[in-house]
């Protein structure tokens, strides 16, 4: 009874090497090269953490209303429905729920 999670390898002190020896260390799979006192490739790791994790943003807008591009709702994408989602927010509001619209590229039926 194993549960296996994604690892993500972070190599810090990028600064202290010359661009060869970092271009043979970006072909390394599962690793991202940063460093962390100039604060360079934040973005690469940010990236390869919700892509490895398998996370999604869900924004929710109130009827009439803009979406709200602050503060989404972050669920796994194998645990991405209508009901994980009311669950994430409160139990019981799949009970009062009485329907949804939901759009876009990736909204299966």
Not at 54 to 73: N, S
Request: hydrophobic fraction near 35%.
């Amino acid at each position: 009874n194993r549960t296996y999670i994604p690892c993500i390898y972070l190599l810090n002190k990028i600064d202290q090497i010359s661009i060869e020896e970092l271009d043979i260390i970006c072909k390394i799979p599962h690793c991202v090269p940063i460093s962390a006192h100039h604060k360079w490739n934040y973005d690469a790791l940010l990236e390869k953490m919700w892509d490895y994790l398998k996370l999604v943003r869900i924004y929710t807008k109130p009827k009439g209303q803009l979406p709200d591009y602050e503060a989404p709702v972050v669920l796994q994408t194998n645990r991405c429905t209508v009901e994980d989602f009311c669950n994430k927010i409160h139990r019981t509001i799949i009970k009062e729920l009485k329907y949804a619209l939901v759009w876009g590229s990736s909204v299966k039926h």
